[in-house]
């Protein structure tokens, strides 16, 4: 056995929620959706939302110390900071949101051309902190000016059509990847579950199939902090795939 996965192929990161507000004055980070991966958020100190909207129409989650949340893909999330917001954030399928699960809520004009969302999405390639910090925000604000444009069709045509429109152009806009994730998904995800069920029909024959090849791994998070959709992140980089058995 290599370097074994972390539990059932999940990805955690660290999570310091932005502080900036809006034109509203509500500070917090971008909304989005995963195209094919579950969120999670444990709330590891200060206070604040999740602002969510699905099929069944537009909800507000408070978070406090000790809270766990989680939702679905294609469910479109936006965080709100109150007071110094921090999260444990548990994504589902290792390595997919950092490949471009996620799509920002920028204006229609935008999700329906490839090459402006790509060029909408990115930050540049700098160490300036300062730099970073802007564009990140420059992003946040275009993903909220979507985010209204998706909230005023909520209110004309229902949640269920809206968010109908959204996905339609998530899915085109991630097609081009699709290939690319499944083949990480196999090596990873896939192949961590095939284990399992080898290992389960081991022991039903009181066979100890790979416990003799038992590992430990441990972590550092990457240093220094990435700037994220939601907000700084620290990120624990992902471990090796154990070999199918």
């Known amino acids: 056995m290599t370097t074994p996965l972390f539990p059932g192929g999940v990805a955690a990161s660290r999570l310091r929620v932005y502080d900036w507000p809006d034109a509203e004055g ?25 602002h969510t909207l ?4 537009f909800a507000v989650t408070p978070l406090a110390d000790g809270a766990m949340v989680w939702f679905s ?25 950092e490949a471009g699960d996620a799509v920002l809520t920028f204006p229609s004009g935008i999700l329906d051309d490839v090459a402006a969302y790509r060029a909408a ?11 970073l910090a802007s564009a990140a925000r420059a992003r946040r604000d275009l993903a909220l000016a ?3 444009e998706l909230l005023a069709a909520v209110e004309t045509e229902g949640p269920a059509a809206a968010l109908a429109a959204l996905h339609a152009r998530a899915a085109r806009l991630v097609r081009p990847k699709v290939a690319e994730w499944s083949a990480l998904w196999e090596a990873t995800v896939a192949r961590e579950t ?3 069920r080898a290992q389960l029909e081991a022991l039903a024959t009181a066979d100890a199939g790979i416990l003799s090849d038992a590992r430990i791994a441990r972590a550092e998070t990457e240093p220094g902090e990435r700037f994220g959709m939601c907000g700084r992140l620290r990120v624990w980089p992902r471990t090796e795939s154990p070999p199918a058995r």
């Open 54 to 57: 699905t099929s069944e129409g």
């Open 26 to 50: 509500v500070p917090g980070g971008s909304p989005h959706l995963h195209t094919a991966s579950s969120e999670g958020y444990i709330v590891l100190s200060g206070s604040g939302e999740v």
């Open 73 to 97: 893909p294609g469910t479109v999330h936006r965080l709100v900071n109150h007071d110094r917001l921090e999260l444990l954030v548990v994504m589902q399928n290792a390595g997919l949101p």
């Open 146 to 148: 979507g985010y209204a």
């Open 121 to 131: 999405a990115a930050l540049p390639d700098t160490h300036d902190e300062e730099a």
């Open 194 to 196: 095939e284990r399992t």
